[in-house]
C-alpha cells in the first residue's frame, strides 16, 4: 500500500508561482508512474501531468503545456509539480497519483493511489 502526501499549495496572485511536492512511503518508489490531477469546484477531476518511473517521459495537458513542469527524485521518493505564470482557472485542488507501471498515463482510471490533495487557488 502507497500513501501519497501533498504539500506546496496555497493563495498566490495571477503571474505568480507555485511548487507542489508528493512524497510517497509504503513502496518501492522506481515502480511507480506518478501523475498530478486536479479538480476545481463543480467540476470532474482533470489530468495535469504525469512522469514515468524514470522521469524519461512526461506528459501535459495542454491547459498547462509551457507553465508547468513535472519532475521526480526517485532518490527522495517524491513528485514535484513547478507551476509557473498562475492564471485564476489554475485554482483547483491538487491531487498527486501512482500507477503501478513504468508509464506515465493520463487517466485517472487507470492509478492505484492517490493523495489527499491540496488546494491551490489563485487570485486575479
Known amino acids: 500500500q502507497v500513501q501519497l502526501v501533498e504539500s506546496g499549495g496555497g493563495l498566490v496572485q495571477a503571474g505568480g508561482s507555485l511548487s507542489l511536492s508528493c512524497v510517497a512511503s509504503?513502496?518501492?518508489?522506481?515502480?511507480?508512474?506518478m501523475g498530478w490531477f486536479r479538480q476545481a469546484p463543480g467540476k470532474e477531476r482533470e489530468f495535469a501531468a504525469a512522469?514515468?518511473?524514470?522521469?524519461?517521459?512526461?506528459k501535459y495537458a495542454d491547459s498547462v503545456k509551457g507553465r508547468f513542469t513535472i519532475s521526480r527524485d526517485n532518490a527522495k521518493n517524491t513528485v514535484y509539480l513547478q507551476m509557473n505564470s498562475l492564471k485564476p482557472e489554475d485554482t483547483a485542488v491538487y491531487y498527486c497519483?501512482?500507477?503501478?507501471?513504468?508509464?506515465?498515463?493520463?487517466?485517472?482510471?487507470?492509478?492505484?493511489?492517490w493523495g489527499q490533495g491540496t488546494q491551490v487557488t489563485v487570485s486575479s
Open positions: 497519483a501512482a500507477v503501478r507501471s513504468s508509464d506515465s498515463p493520463s487517466t485517472s482510471s487507470a492509478y492505484h493511489y
Open positions: 509504503g513502496g518501492t518508489f522506481t515502480s511507480y508512474g
Open positions: 512522469i514515468s518511473w524514470s522521469g524519461g517521459i512526461r
